[in-house]
Nanobody, 126 residues
Framework: QEQLVESGGGLVQAGDSLRLSCTASGRTFSSWAMGWFRQAPGKEREFVAAIGRRGLMKYYSDSVKGRFTISRDNAKNTVYLQMNSLKPEDTAVYYC???????????????????WGKGTLVTVSS
């Protein structure tokens, strides 16, 4: 089991950038595929990005593709989400999630994730 703690959220203006971090406390971080999900007020949680155990496989939702970049540093037990060209519709609580093993084919499904962080709020003003 991985304990996940997100950081880096905040209030920014449209067009700004922000980098989220998620640090895992477990000692087998490289055994876990990682993902970022978000939940906007009044909406269901949705997939944002996912990364394989070695960082070679990366997937993004259509809404963030080209603007967001997921990466990981296994030596630091940390996964990142670099968010550029932020839009008001990116406002949400962002959750880090972990799947033990390789990325599943349905990596975009939150029920496939085994552990979750508590989330960090990102607010983008227009």
């Amino acid at each position: 089991q991985e304990q996940l703690v997100e950081s880096g959220g905040g209030l920014v203006q449209a067009g700004d950038s922000l980098r989220l971090s998620c640090t895992a406390s477990g000692r087998t971080f490289s055994s876990w595929a990682m993902g970022w999900f978000r939940q906007a007020p009044g909406k269901e949680r949705e997939f944002v990005a996912a990364i394989g155990r070695r960082g070679l496989m990366k997937y993004y939702s259509d809404s963030v593709k080209g603007r967001f970049t997921i990466s990981r540093d296994n030596a630091k037990n940390t996964v990142y989400l670099q968010m550029n060209s932020l839009k008001p519709e990116d406002t949400a609580v962002y959750y880090c999630a972990a799947h033990f093993g390789p990325l599943p084919s349905d990596y975009y499904s939150d029920f496939r994730m085994h552990d979750w962080g508590k989330g960090t709020l990102v607010t983008v003003s227009s």
